[in-house]
């Protein structure tokens, strides 16, 4: 099982937004919406940010965001803030009956 | 408060064996999925295996096939990887994280993670 594919960095002013996509096949990505998205701070461990494409736990701002179309799921953050430089990365239930990650993307709040 | 905390992790020589335990506390732990999932140093975040809640389906990454076997122990809270076979590759934090319940009908791999413990495989 290939990872999915993500941008290695993306970055952005405070309290602009910044777009992550998240690029897979009709096998994972594209074959379900099951696509989740974690945040991970440098010696910390990953944290759920938005699972089953666009769907927030309890306690996650609203400013994240998720979306679909195709073989591409994105996030999106909006109004960013210092807090959100991190790395990011997305995951996918597979025909397979697995779980893929995507590489990872290094947020950078500029 | 949910917890989970990882142990057994260590150096071992290649071809070597580990066995990992994730203690887990602040929730009915028999009615979760239960994961794993390694991150290489510097590395990025690597799904290796799931559990269902009652032990039934097991789920493994290709790369950890027939080398790695997860098990739990609802009684004692305790979810277990022991791993076999060890190779450089293999070296990583492993972390275990909380699926969705069993009945949400949910899915996703992590709503809580340990901290991890680190396995080193040296040749």
């Known amino acids: 099982q290939s990872a999915l594919t993500q941008p290695p960095s993306a970055s952005g002013s405070p309290g602009q937004s910044v777009t992550i996509s998240c690029t897979g096949t009709?096998?994972?990505?594209?074959?379900?919406?099951?696509v989740s998205w974690y945040q991970q701070h440098p010696g910390k461990a990953p944290k759920l940010m938005i699972y089953e494409v666009n769907k927030r736990p309890s306690g996650v701002p609203d400013r994240f965001s998720g979306s679909k179309s195709g073989n591409t799921a994105s996030l999106t953050v909006s109004g960013l803030q210092v807090e959100d430089e991190a790395d990011y990365y997305c995951s996918s239930y597979t025909g397979s009956k697995n779980w893929v990650f995507g590489g990872g993307t290094k947020v950078t709040v500029l | 408060e949910v917890q989970l905390l990882e142990s057994g992790g260590g150096l071992v020589q290649s071809g070597g064996s580990l066995r990992l335990s994730c203690d887990a506390s602040?929730?009915?732990?028999?009615?979760?999925?239960m994961h794993w999932v390694r991150q290489a140093p510097g590395g990025g975040v690597v799904w290796v295996s799931r559990m269902s809640s009652d032990g039934r389906t097991i789920n493994y990454a290709d790369s950890v096939k027939g080398r790695f076997t997860m098990s739990r122990d609802n009684a004692r809270n305790t979810l277990n990887l022991q791993m076999n076979s060890l190779g450089a590759e293999d070296t990583a934090v492993y972390y275990c994280?909380?699926?969705?319940?069993?009945?949400?009908?949910?899915?996703?791999?992590?709503?809580?993670w340990g901290q991890g413990t680190l396995v080193i495989v040296s040749s």
């Open positions: 009709s096998s994972d990505v594209g074959g379900y919406n099951y």
């Open positions: 994280a909380r699926g969705p319940r069993s009945d949400s009908g949910n899915y996703f791999v992590g709503d809580y």
């Open positions: 602040g929730f009915t732990f028999g009615n979760y999925w």
